[in-house]
């Protein structure tokens, strides 16, 4: 993955953490003991099992002799099944709880007392949205520049002009919510005066409901010229509808997608452009958070920067995003297309 | 009119008002949308049938024992995982080998639903509710949290399900409608012509009585849940060919839109009565209502599942009543007497 | 004489702590007619159970052909040839009257043949001497049609023993006689035929042997020539009944209760006329298909009327649904009693308090459940229900017990007029004059009754009066001195008219 070319966008480049970086890193020393939870929204799903095997990497490199759980609820359960864990993490005792919250602010009590007993709760990917309960989030790229980057596709794929739909993930995800209100901003500048946002549909990260809903889109607006997907189930199934159905030469898809997934869909034209950040550094970067905290080494306070491992150098900052809540920034992330993405697929 | 009715059986009739339902919400939704009538709206509704079709015929064959099979989404997704799984480190293997693998992965979970029902007698409603969640969750261990994707599947089934075989118009006969069908008539054939399928009704209509006429429920109930696992087994297999994703979500919620299918097909669900054709223009129904109201503008994403409801409902008591009105047709013929002549009576009781 | 087919041996069978049997013997020849008299809950049910391998035999030996032989169930008894039909018919309502009659594990073949399965039925049930549609589903059958169609289902097979539980206990007496005949008739053919009824005077007519039981043993077999009426009534009861079917004197007032005019159902039943009077027993005589059961519905709001006036109390009333009637102080007991009467998973006292929940209503709208069980346990000692006690499920009770139990439910409410459909249809004796009893108690306390009973010597008994229906109109109303058995039959046979005589 380093040697493909990575953009890092204007936007980024400011907020990027090195450039921040203060005076001394700590340099989180290893070997300490604490038992840690990795909490994916929900189990199934490839990324998901990335970030566990970035973090599985992390926790030996840190030589950490306590346990590290990759657990999570069943699909169909999500919401109760989070909260379940993330209550039963506290009775456990758990260093931290590393989350990517699919809950909402329903997760908060349980988030609290899980704070209150100890348990330190780092989230990941999708965050708080009230940042109650959470100690700091592990944000993969500033959510702002993902709907710059979301833009700047669409205007590639459709030539600076035409309709497009967006298909996300469900109605209350709060990460793909944040990305689709950023890119909705960025459409306002004049640069995509004729990109016309007509749609947005909800495919519930399900295979058959996004495919669905993909096709949906193409008969409502016959004049559709992209979808934008920003979650991996959703690009994919779209991308498979818009193949079945011999429609990519009208429709084109885009989003964010993994390009083991994609690559069929970007050679033959379907997909010709989609973006990612890696799931393994999210994980593996998360875990390093989470165990300096966990052990005491990392306070969790702005300004605070720490080393972490093969990633570098990162600092804990205000989420612009949300009022109160501290959030690191991993960036930057990959955009994909022809050139590089039967590499990344290998 | 009437002398029409009067050939037709009730299941027939049953039919023939299910179809005008279908065309009376066809009309409909073609006034209200633009562009909605043409060989595309055909393609994608059969396409997105087939799979329907098979699940909702495994759970007709299971509601008409007066049982009712939860699990069956879980065992569809299970087969679509384990077969993708199956076909991505045996790349070489054909159609046949995979198709005879799905199925019996999927009669074996319904044999475990047959066993706790028709031997443990546990009501099944309770199984396969617990089974549901069970078979699930084995799936999501099995899969150890990976799913399968399309890249890794061998060309020819990917592209099965989308070939077409004949057209008229715009209308693609796809394969996999095509092949769907084909098994719904099958299954069609053999509840109406075979003996032993007499016996499924026979169990859903009066099960006491069954059990006098020296019928096995427990083995008949045990065969119906293992039929109705091997038909889902299919349908996950159908599943793998057409999204080729398969992630541990695969086929949620298709168990109740299987029995939705059912019961809007006219099947019974106090079991007893319901063909397998009601149950796929069922399916067709339902799937229409649920293409359409996405592509009805006025119907806002939140109130969709509301207004989908609201519809079968609709369906299924305007198809009741038009079930009635048919049935007061054919009732209207003059009778013959019913009651013998009765000359010899004074011989009988009275003494 | 023939040769023995089926013999019980000292069988017993216990039900956890009830001993429902104790040391039955009984031995089927080929060819006999063989009558099984007993009260309800002597054991008759829990015999033919044991023969038909319902049940397993605690202990005692089956033998069949002289052969010791366990009947691991239904179908190893159907395998050996022992068929049953029962007093509840057991037919599959979705399917049609030939499928049902074919329904039978034994009929073997992997397709249907649809058309000669009709033919077949057909023909089974001419020989039976009905005509009936045997492409209708069941669930349209009368009780009487569904009962012809589980006798020809046994008669399709190739039985050797047939048990018949009370065959003809909802059947008119053409259809009965009819029925008696065939028994006979399978009989001469070689089959060795159980006979069960209450109907002492159809026993005499077909039996060869008559074997009494009580309390689930064995009291006597003895050939037919053998043994009168009051001989087998007092093994059964154990004590002398005497008069059961002695006129009970009336005690009809001259003050109008119900005035029926020109009821009718379109399609169903037209011209019904009657006045019933207070403390009056009017009985609606008929043969199956008179349409009694219509009119009781009709004036009970299950199907309301749709011409004529219904008066109560001098009040012209419109009555749509039966909440309405109950209301005006009119009360049904169904013939059915499984369908429409009672909830049998429920105990004696929910189903005594059903259909008056409203008295036992307090605060809250919670229940009052001593109220409630005190009233349970006045109805049993009142209608002498043979229970331990009223928190029992009604389905585990005696189809007698039973009936008394919806005579609780409604009698509970209090009606002024109460319509009996078949009261005593398939209970014993013993029981019968009970509930004759009952009804006459009713009346007495100035209440309107209306009894449906197809059973002659009960209607001569027991009614004041005789409204006597055919094929849906209403044939003439005969005062009961005027009454004689026979005149009833003639006009119930439309071979006679007779204007309103009363």
Sequence with gaps: ?346 | MTRMMEKLSPQTLRILALLAVLLVILLFFSLVIPNYLNGRLFNRISSSVAIMALIATAQTLVIITRNIDLSIGSILGFVAFATGSLVTNNPDLGPVPLVLYSITIGACFGAINGVLVAFVRVPSIIVTLGTMALFRSVLVEYSDAKSITTSNLPQWLVEFPNTVLFSIGQMQFRAAFVAAVIVVLIVHLALTRLNAARKLYAIGSNPEAAEMAGINIHKTVFVAFVLSGALAGLGGFMFLARFGTITVVAGLGFELKSVAASVVGGVNIFGGSGTVIGALIGAILVDVIETSLVRWQLVSEFWREAVLGALILLSVAADAVLMRRFISLRRKRPKSDPIPEKTSVLDGEAR | MAETILELLDISKSFEMTHALKNMSLELKAGEVHAIVGENGAGKSTMIKIMTGVHKPTSGEIRIDGQARTLSGTQAAREAGIAAMYQEPMVFPDLDVAENIFISARNKGLFLKPTQQRQAARALVTRLGMSLDVELAASGLTLAEQQIVEIARALSEDVRVLIMDEPTASLSAYEASQLRRIAKTLAQEGVAVVYISHRLEEIFEIADRVTVIRDGGHISTRPISETTADLMIAEMVGRDVGNYFAKIPGTATDTVALKVRNLAVDDVFEGVNFDLHKGEVLCFSGLVGARRTDVALALFGVKPATRGTIEVNGTAVEIRHPKQAMDIGIAYVSEDRRKLGLAMPMSIQSNTSLATLGKFLRRFGLLDRAEERNVAEAFRKRLNIRTPNVDIAVGTLSGGNQQKVMLAKWLNMEPEILIFDEPTRGIDVGAKAEVHELIREFAKAGGAALVISSDLPEVMALGDRNLVMREGRQMGVIASENATQEKIMALATGQQNLREAS
Aim: net charge negative; charged share 20%; glycine share 12%.
């Design chain 1, 1 to 346: 993955m380093g040697s493909l070319k990575s953009l890092s966008l204007g936007a980024m480049l400011m907020l990027t953490c090195a450039s921040f970086a203060q005076a001394d890193a700590i340099k989180l020393e290893g070997g300490k003991e604490t038992n840690l939870v990795l909490l994916p929204k929900f189990l199934g799903i490839l990324v998901f099992d990335q970030a566990n095997e970035g973090a599985q990497e992390a926790h030996k490199e840190l030589a950490n002799p306590g346990e590290l759980l990759f657990v999570g609820p069943t699909p169909e359960n999500s919401v109760a099944g989070q909260i379940e864990i993330m209550t039963t993490s506290a009775t456990q005792g758990q260093g931290a709880v590393m989350l990517s919250n699919n809950a909402g602010d329903q997760i908060v009590p349980a988030a609290e007392a899980a704070k209150a007993a100890g348990t330190k709760i780092v989230t990941w990917d999708s965050p708080i949205p009230s940042g109650n309960g959470e100690d700091v989030f592990v944000a993969q790229v500033d959510f702002g520049s993902i709907g710059t980057v979301m833009a700047d596709m669409a205007h590639s794929i459709l030539g600076g002009k035409g309709e497009m739909a967006v298909l996300s993930a469900t109605p209350d995800a709060a990460n793909q919510n944040a990305w689709i209100a950023s890119m909705q901003e960025a459409l306002k500048g004049a640069k995509y005066a004729d990109i016309k946002l007509v749609d947005v549909v909800y495919g519930d990260d399900q295979a058959e409901v996004s495919y669905n809903r993909a096709l949906s889109l193409v008969d409502q607006h016959p004049n559709l010229g992209l979808i934008m997907s920003p979650t991996t189930v959703g690009i994919q199934a779209s991308a498979k509808a818009m193949q079945d159905e011999g429609l990519c030469d009208k429709v084109k898809v885009s989003g964010l997608g993994l390009p083991s997934e994609m690559v069929s869909y970007t050679m033959n034209g379907c997909a010709p452009e989609f973006a990612l950040w890696d799931f393994r550094d999210l994980g593996y970067l998360t875990y390093f958070t989470a165990y300096g905290m966990a052990t005491g080494q990392l306070k969790g306070e702005i300004g605070e920067s720490f080393h972490a491992g093969r990633m570098g150098d990162y600092t804990i900052e205000a989420d612009p995003g949300r009022e109160g809540a501290k959030r690191i920034l991993m960036g930057p992330f990959t955009v994909y297309n022809k050139g590089n993405v039967e590499a990344a697929a290998k």
